[in-house]
Each structure stands twice: as C-alpha cells, then as structure tokens.
C-alpha cells in the first residue's frame, strides 16, 4: 500500500492493519515515554503514539512528515484510532510556527498564508469547492453552454461608484463588475448561457458581506422572462445545498452548522414585492433596503430564503426591464438568505432599443460607452434575462461562516490585500 490519507484510516477499515501517512504536525504533547503527535492531512487530524521514535521528539508543530504504523483502537484518541508509529520521518522541520496563541481575527488574517491551514478554513474551501461543482453540473444539466467575458472593460454594468480603474496601456479601464453585458452579446449565438468568474466592486462599505474581488456564477437566457428566472435560481439553490449535503456532511456539522434548515429547503421560496416590504418594514416608498432590513424581513417571513421583488426603477441598474403593468418599477429580484441577506441580484433585460436609450438617457450614462451594447437590440433582439448568484455569500450561508472573508483563500478589502 502507498501513502493513504487520514480519512481512509478513520472508516475504521484498516484497523490492526499497516499504514503509511504523510501530513503535518497538528499538535505535539512530549511525555516521558511517549510523544504524541496529532498528524493533519487535507483530509483531517489522527493521532500519531510515538514510542522510542526519536524523530518524533524533534518534531515540531507544522513539520512535513511521513509515518508507517498500525491502526489500533483507542476510545481516548480524537476519532477513537491512532497509529502506533514504527517509522517517522521528517520531510521539512519547521521553525517556531507564528499561530499558537493569538488567535485573533487581525493576526490571522496578517497571516493568511499560514492561516489557510486551518481545520476552519480546510473545511470551508472544500464546501466552495463542491459548490463551484454542483453549480457547473446544474447549469450544464439544464443545457446552459459554459462561456466566459473580458474582465477589462470600458464601461460600467452596476453604477459607476464602485468601479475600479485601472492604466490599461495610456488609457483608463476598469475592471469588471459582472459579466453580463458581453453575456448578453453571446446570447444571440449560445442562448442558455453560465459563466463562474471573479468579478470587482471598489466597495468601500466594510461589512461582512462585501469583498472587492468575488467570484460570481452567472447565467444569462434568450427567451426567459423574469418568473421563470426566479425559478432557475431556486431550482440552483436548492441542487447546491442537496450536493453539498451530500458531499460535505461531515464538514458542515465539524462547523457546527445547523442541518435542519438545509434539509428541510423546499420551494418554492416565497416572493415579496418591494411595496409590501416595505409596509411589512413601516417605511415609506422610496426607501433603500438595508441589510438590516434584509434579516428582519426574512425574520418575519420564517426565517427562509426569500425572493424580493420589483424594485423602484431608480434603485436598480439601467437594463433592467419595467414593468408594463406598473412601470415604477422593474422586473428584478433579489434573493435573500438568513444570516446574509442578497445572494442573487437578477432580471428581466430592457430588449427594445428604444426603451434602453431612454433609460441610459434617465440613468444619466454616456451613451457612447454603450453603442455595442445597444446594438443588441437593433439586430434581432429577443426578450432575456439573467442572473449573479455570490459564490462567497453562497458559501457563507450554507457552511454558517459568521464573516465573508473566510470564504475565499486571500480576501480582498479596501485594507487587505497581503498576503
Ligand atoms: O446584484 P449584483 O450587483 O448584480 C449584478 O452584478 C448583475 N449584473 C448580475 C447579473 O444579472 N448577471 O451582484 C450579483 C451578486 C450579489 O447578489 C451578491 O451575491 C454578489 O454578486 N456581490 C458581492 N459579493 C461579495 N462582495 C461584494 N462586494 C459583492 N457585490 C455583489
Ligand atoms: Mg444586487
């Protein structure tokens, strides 16, 4: 047998069997005769009794090594087995590992590079891993052709205040928002259409739900109206949580996650205009949704996903469609979440050209930046609609992470950007 991994170890199957690891020292207790080291891989922790191994007395914590021993029993062990050690190597001796006290969210993220290695943040990444997964098997289930856009760009898709610039050769462009306006030039060719790509908000808001570079799973539809849009979301959500429930189970409860919100998911989500929100809420028309606003109405709505709908137009992007039947406002939704609030930002498109010239006009955007773009609607343009589900603020919500920048390996914040 070659080098297996912790986990093939804790199924049990290999106890009074021979076995060869390698990983990282996770934890070292020196005792007289003994030396006990618990052992890390990508897969887990085991504990390592080392008797009259002399390598395992020099050892030290976050070392490489490698160890051939037996599985044996033992109830005190974390996971009820160890491995009595024969054989233990060092790969890398490692100096004085800076994480040992000072667990603080400031130190720990000054040390990201080492952070990573966290039994946390292991079992997040492997959750957002499944997640960019089962996003890629729903999507291309449901005959959606995989494609990608420019993330230099030239101009803005959600309002220029948090776009960032950037020296483009003598010229200035910015960085992508989302990928929706070059997805709906590639319509007209692929029609169904999803992309997963990192996408960039100057956000200079510092909460718990905003990173300035995110990733972004977005879909965008030739013929699909804003009703069955919401139902593709809901339909994805609920493929996401069922695959990560299926593949991740062990982590979600070592996060301490509560299942029962997961399991009991069905749909369909219920859907509230912003009219009724905000009576709901006793605010006025007009006023913007906070993210306080956000919880309290899930709170009050049974503390479950929820669609919020039909947004006052000059609250929300330039392509989104009005309504016909009540043009103040727009056929988009917002999906919110318990803990999180907005996972989804999507909507029906403006497909007539003259309506969306009146609507740069309106939205006050120069239109020459937008030539491209409205040229779509000049050549055979057909209704649509698209959507940007967060991947980090997914994520967040389905493994109970409390801050965003535990979702992604190196967050980047107006602050942060080392390592
Ligand atoms: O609601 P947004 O701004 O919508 C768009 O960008 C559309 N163009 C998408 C489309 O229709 N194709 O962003 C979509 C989602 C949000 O719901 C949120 O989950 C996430 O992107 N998001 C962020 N996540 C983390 N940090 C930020 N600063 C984010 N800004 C948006
Ligand atoms: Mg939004």
Known sequence: MGFIHVQDVLTG????????????VYRK????????????????VIQLACKGIEEARKATIESSIQVSGIVKEDK?????????????????????????????????????HLWIRSQKLRRI?????????A???F?????????????????ACEGGSSLFEVKYFDKELYLSQSWQLHAEAMIYSLEKIYTITPAFRAEKSRTKRHIS????????????????LMEFGE???????????????????????????????????????YKEAIEKLGKKWGHEITDKDERELIEKLGGKPVFLTKFPRDMKAFYMRPDTKDPKVVLASDLLVPEVGEIIGGSERIYDVKELLESIKIFKLDKKHYEWYLDLRRYGTVPHSGFGLGIERLVMWISGTEHIMDTIPFPRTMTRFYP
């Open 13 to 24: 199957k290999l106890t009074g069997k021979e076995v060869s690891l390698r990983g990282w």
């Open 213 to 228: 570079e995110y990733w972004t799973a977005e879909i965008e539809a030739a013929w699909m109206g804003h009703e069955e």
């Open 76 to 112: 005190r062990a974390p996971g009820g087995l160890e491995i009595q050690v024969k054989d233990l190597t060092i790969v890398g001796l490692a100096e004085t590992f800076p994480i040992s006290k000072d667990l603080s969210e400031e130190f720990t993220r000054d040390v990201r």
């Open 235 to 273: 339909d994805m959500i609920l493929h996401v949580v069922a695959h990560v429930l299926k593949h991740c189970e062990k982590e979600l409860k070592e996060l301490e996650r509560d299942l029962t919100e997961l399991k009991e998911l069905k749909k369909p989500f219920p859907r509230i205009s």
């Open 139 to 155: 999507c291309r289930s449901r005959g959606f052709i995989e494609i990608q856009s420019p993330i230099f760009t030239t101009a």
């Open 29 to 44: 207790r020196d005792q007289k005769e003994m030396v006990f080291l618990i052992l890390r891989d990508s897969t887990g």
């Open 125 to 133: 990444f492997k959750i957002r891993s499944e997640v960019f997964r």
């Open 135 to 137: 996003i890629h098997d």
